[in-house]
């Protein structure tokens, strides 16, 4: 099915062949048109499916087609959960606005970086406003912007931003925003919980559901190694010398593991650099930059870098502690066998985490048969596991219940 099937503009469908897209994926081609019919709309599909012009497409052709558009107003906010993706999804519409005939103004802003810039930026209004949910809100704090006017919200990673960590900024900008809007979620996975969560902000969604086709899916094989904790990191330094792996992107839990395990891979003459929070985004920008280049070959990451970094050609990702929950698994995972390439994951498990491994084995329907290294055989023996939800994250119903509180209040 061609880009023309889907009710696309002239110019946008101009733009699209500039660009060479060849034809829409299936994500593309299920919720383009809903959206431009103005439905609110939940879309799952797995990394690398082609989300951003999904919702890209159609909300620059409302804005072109609008009889209500005003230059620099913020009609179309776009939420999402790191500086990282912000950053390419700004980039992504922009390339695509400057295509069209009608001047439009994309506008991306995130935290780690002075604001100053920024709220100079927004001196003129946007009309695209691609943010991370702290700083969109530091600059209406600043009077700045005002979000009155907007007539779309898109949730980029939707499960992640309805999730926890992100639950009172999301209560905020919801009351800032106007009761009546198309709301347009998307993502690789929807817990059932979020899912639930999700279903209080949207008015009869339309759902769509973009299945891994078998023939589609990534071409990732998977691996579990069983090795004590203390022993991980010469594990690790073993597997990426004695395979010749090129670039190596490795998960850890905290910050702090990220830095020690990096300092102890570049004393064996590994270039590795760590990849956090803590960092500055001018630091950020240079690790990915040159691990994108191959100047790094292994990136000691936390879940920061599990979502929206796309880099091409990457082959191998380690688990080197396991995610805690079993989504996180899939965004891990799926920053390797990207765009028709195959990929390598490989997790770290212990005695203390076989149990929470198992789970995820369960989760994702897998079966991996637990491999020994010659040389790094564990000596732990297995942990009985305490009570509770084997290291799955658990529910918060109160910041949850403010969450749905808030979307009563502003939707009907």
Do not use: C
């Amino acid at each position: 099915m061609p880009f023309s099937s889907l009710g696309l503009s002239p110019a946008l469908l101009r733009a699209v062949s500039t660009k060479a897209y060849a034809a829409p994926t299936p994500i593309q081609t299920l919720a383009i048109p809903p959206v431009l019919q103005g439905r609110d709309v939940l879309g799952s599909a797995q990394t690398g499916s082609g989300k951003t012009l999904a919702f890209a497409l159609p909300l620059l052709q409302q804005l072109e087609q609008s009889t209500l558009y005003s230059p620099r107003r913020v009609l179309a906010l776009i939420l999402v959960p790191t500086r990282e993706l912000a950053a390419q999804v700004g980039d992504e519409i922009r390339s695509l606005a400057t295509l069209l005939p009608q001047a439009m103004k994309v506008t991306t802003v995130f935290g780690g970086v002075s604001i100053n810039p920024q709220m100079m930026g927004l001196r003129s209004g946007t009309d695209i406003m691609v943010a991370t949910p702290g700083r969109l809100l530091d600059l209406v704090d600043h009077n700045a912007l005002t979000l009155s006017d907007v007539k779309t919200l898109v949730l980029d990673e939707a499960d992640r931003l309805l999730d926890l960590g992100f639950a009172e900024e999301i209560e905020r900008i919801l009351a800032l925003l106007p009761a009546q809007r198309q709301n347009l979620f998307f993502s690789a996975t929807f817990p059932q919980s979020v899912q639930a969560l999700a279903n209080t902000l949207l008015r009869d969604p339309v759902r769509v559901d973009v299945l891994p086709n078998p023939q589609d899916a990534p071409d990732i094989q998977q691996r579990a190694i069983a090795v004590d904790p203390s022993r991980r990191t010469q594990l690790l330094r073993h597997l990426i010398q004695d395979n010749a792996w090129s670039r190596v992107l490795v998960f850890v839990a905290t910050k702090h593991a990220a830095e020690i395990v990096a300092d102890k891979l570049r004393k064996a003459d590994i270039h590795a650099e760590p990849f956090h929070g803590v960092l500055s985004q001018g630091k950020r920008n240079q690790v990915l930059m040159d691990f994108k280049a191959s100047r790094v070959t292994v990136v000691i990451a936390t879940d920061l870098a599990a979502r929206g970094i796309d880099i091409a050609q990457l082959p191998v990702v380690v688990n080197y502690d396991l995610p805690r929950s079993a989504v996180d698994y899939t965004h891990r995972i799926g920053r390797t066998g990207r765009a028709g390439e195959s990929g390598l994951a490989v997790n770290f498990v212990s005695a203390e985490t076989e149990t929470h491994f198992h789970l995820i084995e369960k989760r994702h329907g897998l079966a991996l048969p637990l491999e020994h290294v010659p040389g790094f055989e564990p000596t732990e023996t297995e942990v009985t596991p305490s009570p509770g939800n084997g290291g799955i994250k658990g529910k918060r119903p109160s910041k949850k219940d403010k969450l749905r509180a808030a979307a009563a209040r502003g939707t009907p």
